[in-house]
Nanobody
Framework: VQLQASGGGLVQSGGSLRLSCAAS????????IGWFRQASGKEREGVAC????????AYVGSVKGRFTISRDIAKNTVYLQMNSLKPEDTGVYYC??????????????????WGQGTQVTVSS
């Protein structure tokens, strides 16, 4: 599995960004795909995940109602739409996969394959 994350950038507080995670050499049907973020000096935090087979999702409480994770099976891509961004959303965002049979999880230690990060910076 190869993952390519993109879409990060600099945005003002209250703004929006959409991150993309493109998977290659496999089908999303077989995986749970998670988005994680890591702020400077902090541990990596699970933000949202989606089950490729049926679109089931899970979110960390701090982003519920603001972020939406979705997938496009035809494009083998998972998206993270981020609205109402706050300075505390700043960090490097990573996507990762785990086998779908293992279920939804926001624990980074449960994930096997990781893409490179994309920087998200929210200014106040």
């Amino acid at each position: 599995v190869q993952l390519q994350a993109s879409g990060g950038g600099l945005v003002q507080s209250g703004g929006s960004l959409r991150l993309s995670c493109a998977a290659s050499h496999t089908s999303l049907d077989y995986y749970v795909i998670g988005w994680f973020r890591q702020a400077s000096g902090k541990e990596r935090e699970g933000v949202a995940c989606i089950r490729g087979s049926d679109g089931g999702t899970a979110y960390v409480g701090s982003v519920k109602g603001r972020f939406t994770i979705s997938r496009d099976i035809a494009k083998n891509t998972v998206y993270l739409q981020m609205n109402s961004l706050k300075p505390e959303d700043t960090g490097v965002y990573y996507c990762a996969t785990r086998a779908v049979v293992t279920g939804l999880s926001l624990d980074a230690y449960d994930y096997d394959f990781w893409g490179q990060g994309t920087q998200v910076t929210v200014s106040s």
